[in-house]
């Protein structure tokens, strides 16, 4: 049968979980459901299920789990040998480059992101303009996590619409 999923969560690779935790809980206002801890390659549940997603010899990590406004998931993830990539907008290279989120105050949002480390990509967009009052800019966090920003819903954004 072929029905919507909904959306679950998304994993987010950080170089320092206090900060990102304490960053996304700020200036996105999400909350924590499960405090950091850290995961170790052992016989535990969760240490198989690791090992079966990462492999063997990824030794540990730290994570904390936060929600959305929407009960959407955060999965922060903390490697120990993490990389910054050179270019973390590799938006040609298959694979999630983004996430997105809505407020209706896009200016408000940016300014905060900003002031606490991360940056503003380019000007405040309209897709419409003169026709529909929908913003959008992109900016990332102080983590190199690139975010859209939405001033309305996904579907309003789109339906009946074409560039």
Known sequence: MRYPRT?????????????AVKFYTEVMGWYVI???????????????????????????????????GDKIGIELFEFPQNEKPENN???????????????????????KIVAHGGKQRMPIREYYPGE??????????????????????YELTYSEGAY
Not at 52 to 64: N, S
Not at 132 to 153: A, Q, T, W
Request: charged share 25%; glycine share 8%; proline share 5%.
């Open 7 to 19: 959306f679950s969560h998304i994993g987010l690779s950080v170089p320092n979980l206090e900060e």
């Open 34 to 68: 499960m405090e950091p801890a850290e995961v170790v390659e052992d016989d535990s549940a969760i240490g198989i299920m690791c090992t079966d997603v990462f492999g063997k010899g990824w030794e540990k990590f730290r994570i904390a789990h936060l929600a959305t």
């Open 89 to 111: 907008f590799e938006y040609w290279k298959t694979g999630i480059f983004h996430y997105c989120v809505q407020d209706p105050d896009v200016e408000g949002l940016v300014e």
């Open 132 to 153: 529909k009052p929908y913003r959008m800019v992109y900016c990332e966090d102080p983590f190199g996590n690139l975010v859209e920003i939405y001033s309305h819903s």
